[in-house]
T-cell receptor, first 110, second 115 residues
């Protein structure tokens, strides 16, 4: 079955470093990948979308890549801040609906 | 602008009771989605509507679950009868246009506990 997989272990990094989160997809080929941020007790908030024919997309300190050969997307936060601490979800489309990964929790320590 | 509004925020009820969750999407959005989030299974799509019409309900776990969208500004998700394994956070989301390339806007969810 179609799957979106993210590293379930929390990522702990020091403030100022670059955080890199990984999203892998299996058994299908999404045309779009979306990344969301989720804070405790809140709904996911959309961050970035990338199309399969785009290699890379940037928005302020955020960068996302889409590698159709590796079946993988990487999500980078440069110059990370404690306020970036949250769970980040990856979602791949499948005919107007999305499969979500289970999310990776990012902890940025001051 | 107001975002997606869900009610109630929390619901605690006993097994066997009927539960109704409510959602008001963002005005002008023509897609509406119901998701369920648990630690074990993550965020799962239950059903989605386009222009108030259910398009895909393949994620609805069983007949105890039903969803309606009587108009463009309101949707309900009903569980009858409820069971403890239905305990989860239920999210509603809406989006506009050709969905795959549009962001989904989520409400803050209903945390449901079935005792």
């Amino acid at each position: 079955s179609q799957k979106i997989e993210q590293n379930s272990e929390a990522l702990n990094i020091q403030e100022g470093k670059t955080a890199t989160l990984t999203c892998n997809y299996t058994n299908y080929s999404p045309a779009y990948l979306q990344w969301y941020r989720q804070d405790p007790g809140r709904g996911p908030v959309f961050l970035l979308l990338i199309r399969e024919n785009e290699k890379e997309k940037r928005k302020e300190r955020l960068k996302v890549t889409f590698d159709t050969t590796l079946k993988q997307s990487l999500f980078h936060i440069t110059a990370s801040q404690p306020a970036d601490s949250a769970t980040y979800l990856c979602a791949g489309d499948n005919f107007n609906k999305f499969y979500f990964g289970s999310g990776t929790k990012l902890n940025v320590k001051p | 602008d107001a975002g997606v509004i869900q009610s109630p925020r929390h619901e605690v009820t006993e097994m066997g009771q009927e539960v109704t969750l409510r959602c008001k999407p963002i005005s002008g959005h023509d897609y509406l989605f119901w998701y369920r989030q648990t630690m074990m299974r993550g965020l799962e799509l239950l059903i989605y509507f386009n222009n108030n019409v259910p398009i895909d309900d393949s994620g609805m776990p069983e007949d105890r679950f039903s969803a309606k969208m009587p108009n463009a500004s309101f949707s309900t998700l009903k569980i009858q009868p409820s069971e403890p394994r239905d305990s989860a956070v239920y999210f509603c989301a809406s989006s506009s246009g050709q969905n795959s390339n549009q962001p989904q806007h989520f409400g803050d969810g209903t945390r449901l506990s079935i005792l």
